[in-house]
């Protein structure tokens, strides 16, 4: 995670689009530019940039195929593929169009490349419960990413909730 601490000045998030295109706005004038950033897809995702009303500002590229939105969602996992023992109570971190990332607390026995059900309801209106089946693919002391297994399948509602406001 980039933090103030880190550069000494507040670090701006910039959400990368599928042409390799950023919109960064900076902090102190809201002025607002696209900008070209496919050169650094592979290499550096933090930019020092400079605005023309004088203010200098670091910028986070992110690369990812979809909208992360940062959540605190309350939830149980169900880990389904080999071995299928363990679950327990979790919490929904971020979520996308592609996956999930959950937290849980104390020892867990999961694995990169298990499958699990997880079960959570969302903090709209609605209250909407979800059960997604996924897949495992990062782990992180006890942070957990996984990957919907079926993401075709977003669902009306879940596509809702993650339309940026």
Not at 70 to 75: A, E, Y
């Amino acid at each position: 995670m980039l933090t103030t601490q880190q550069y000494g000045m507040d670090v701006q998030k910039a959400f990368v689009k599928n042409n390799d295109i950023a919109s960064i706005r900076c902090p102190k004038c809201d002025l607002v530019k696209d900008i070209a950033v496919g050169k650094f897809r592979d290499t550096r995702h933090t930019l020092k940039t400079k605005c023309s009303c004088g203010n200098i500002f670091v910028i986070a590229l992110d690369f990812r195929k979809h909208y992360r939105k940062p959540t605190n969602l309350d939830g149980m996992y169900t880990l389904t593929g080999p071995p299928t023992n363990g679950g327990g109570r979790m919490q929904v971190i971020n979520i996308s169009r592609s996956g999930v990332g959950f937290s849980i607390s104390g020892y867990h026995n999961i694995n990169v490349g298990q499958r699990a059900s997880l079960r959570f309801t969302l903090d709209n209106k609605k209250k909407t419960e979800l059960c997604k089946e996924v897949i495992v693919r990062s782990i992180r002391g006890n942070h957990i990413g996984c990957e919907f297994l079926d993401k075709n399948e977003i669902g009306k509602d879940l596509g809702f909730y993650l339309q940026p406001c």
